[in-house]
């Protein structure tokens, strides 16, 4: 596993977001294989990101020749970083809660998340559209982290899938780097993803809730969501 870790810190300020609808028939979010943990430890968030990173995409046959094959994800070398995109917005069906108290009730992924826009209607949909979805192997070009607001801000104005302010951007993943939070409250890490050929996959996230645990004497992650753009 290849670990990033993020100190806290103080002085950051919530980020907006705006979270449009895209209505009931939207496909479903993304697979995708990125983070394999996050976890507190020593007034730190450690990332952990899988070895075999990769996305299912519905990309048209000009594009697929020139991608990782996921079997070669191991060996991809990251490829720079790109700017920011807006976010995108939430809409249509599945499980959208984070601060809203949906958690408990939503479907769950591999690793325990809660799967945002998930449910049963996804997987039925990946069922039906099995010939038209491909796994691609890709590179973490960047990661970030950013502190969302806590429970009020984040229920009243969550972001949708993609990129937000980054309050720490690390645009080299094979070092580790620190950045300031001091907060409890929710956060989002994102990983910026590229194909072999540079292709650009967004960005897959994770938003978490951060507490003062005071049994562990330290901050404590709860309450992950899983948060990727539609497929």
């Not at 993020?6 to 939207?26: H, R």
Request: glycine letters at 16%; charged letters at 25%; aromatic letters at 8%.
């Amino acid at each position: 596993m290849r670990r990033r870790e993020f100190i806290a810190g103080t002085g950051l300020v919530a980020a907006s977001a705006i979270a449009g609808c895209t209505g009931n028939k939207s496909p479903p979010p993304r697979k995708s294989n990125v983070f394999q943990s996050i976890e507190a430890r020593n007034g730190k968030l450690q990332v952990d990101i899988e070895d075999n990173t990769w996305v299912m995409s519905r990309l048209d046959d000009d594009d697929l020749n020139d991608l990782a094959d996921p079997g070669q994800v191991g060996g991809l070398n990251p490829v720079g970083s790109a700017s920011a995109k807006g976010r995108g917005g939430g809409g249509g069906r599945g499980a959208t809660g984070r601060a809203t108290g949906g958690y408990g009730s939503a479907p769950k992924t591999g690793h325990g998340r809660a799967w945002w826009h998930g449910g049963a209607y996804a997987n039925t949909w990946y069922d039906d559209h099995d010939d038209d979805v491909t796994k691609y192997g890709v590179g973490v070009a960047a990661l970030g982290v950013a502190f969302l607001g806590n429970d009020f801000e984040v229920e009243d104005d969550a972001p949708g899938a993609g990129p937000v302010p980054w309050d720490c951007r690390v645009t080299d993943p094979n070092d580790t780097e620190t950045c300031a939070i001091e907060n409890d409250g929710w956060y989002r890490v994102g990983a910026e993803l590229r194909g072999r050929n540079g292709h650009d996959f967004d960005w897959e996230c994770v938003d978490l809730k951060v507490d003062d645990g005071v049994a562990t004497d330290g901050y404590e992650v709860e309450k992950q969501w899983k948060v990727s753009p539609r497929i």
